[in-house]
Nanobody, 122 residues
Framework: QVHLVESGGGLVQAGGSLRLSCAASGSTLRSYNMGWFRQAPGKEREFVAAITRGGDIVVYADSVKGRFTTSRDNAKNTASLQMNSLKPEDTDIYYC???????????????WGQGTQVTVSL
């Protein structure tokens, strides 16, 4: 079992950048594929990005492609989501997730962090 904690959220102006981190404990992160999702109150959870155990395959939602980059450091048991050129529509609670399967569906991931708020103002 792995425990995930996100950090790095906050308030930023449109066009700005934020870097989210996801720290794992309880188990080694290299055993898991990682996903990033976001969700606004009252809305469905939305896929953002995912990266395989070894970091060899990375996929992004079309809405963030070219602006967001996910990476991982298995030696440090962390994953990150670099978000550039942020837009007001990126405002959401962002979650990292870990799972033995890989893909865009949230049901593929077994372990979730508590989420971190990202707010992008005009």
């Amino acid at each position: 079992q792995v425990h995930l904690v996100e950090s790095g959220g906050g308030l930023v102006q449109a066009g700005g950048s934020l870097r989210l981190s996801c720290a794992a404990s309880g188990s080694t992160l290299r055993s898991y594929n990682m996903g990033w999702f976001r969700q606004a109150p009252g809305k469905e959870r939305e896929f953002v990005a995912a990266i395989t155990r070894g970091g060899d395959i990375v996929v992004y939602a079309d809405s963030v492609k070219g602006r967001f980059t996910t990476s991982r450091d298995n030696a440090k048991n962390t994953a990150s989501l670099q978000m550039n050129s942020l837009k007001p529509e990126d405002t959401d609670i962002y979650y990292c997730a870990a799972g033995l399967k890989f893909g865009r569906k949230d049901s593929l991931y077994s372990y979730w962090g508590q989420g971190t708020q990202v707010t992008v103002s005009l």
